[in-house]
Nanobody, 121 residues
Framework: QVQLVESGGGLVQPGGSLRLSCAVSGFTLDYYAIGWFRQAPGKEREGVSCIGSDFTTDYADSVKGRFTISRDNPKNTAYLQMNSLKPEDTAVYYC???????????????WGQGTQVTVSS
């Protein structure tokens, strides 16, 4: 059974940091891309970052230089390090897995349940 579980969300002040984790089970992470997406209230789900099975990475312009995606295949876990957080980063963050880093989130076949990130003073 394929399962992705996000953790690490919470409340943080502007300028603060959080590290999200995406623990996967039911498949071997080595052969899959992991994407991070977020959805704020009233907005569409948007791509944040993605890391391919070859460790290539991609970032949305809004998070470049602030967020870092990584993966630890032996631990079957991917991470999203978020620094210099802004109120506009507030959203539910999801991780998703599939063969490639697709631009359209609808092309990702497996999803986690999401973790809330709130950036507020």
């Amino acid at each position: 059974q394929v399962q992705l579980v996000e953790s690490g969300g919470g409340l943080v002040q502007p300028g603060g940091s959080l590290r999200l984790s995406c623990a996967v089970s039911g498949f071997t992470l080595d052969y899959y891309a992991i994407g991070w997406f977020r959805q704020a209230p009233g907005k569409e789900r948007e791509g944040v970052s993605c890391i391919g099975s070859d460790f290539t990475t991609d970032y949305a312009d809004s998070v470049k230089g602030r967020f870092t995606i990584s993966r630890d295949n032996p631990k079957n876990t991917a991470y999203l390090q978020m620094n210099s957080l802004k109120p506009e980063d507030t959203a539910v963050y999801y991780c998703a897995a599939d063969t490639f880093c697709y631009a359209d989130p609808r092309d990702f076949g497996s999803w986690g349940q999401g973790t809330q990130v709130t950036v507020s003073s």
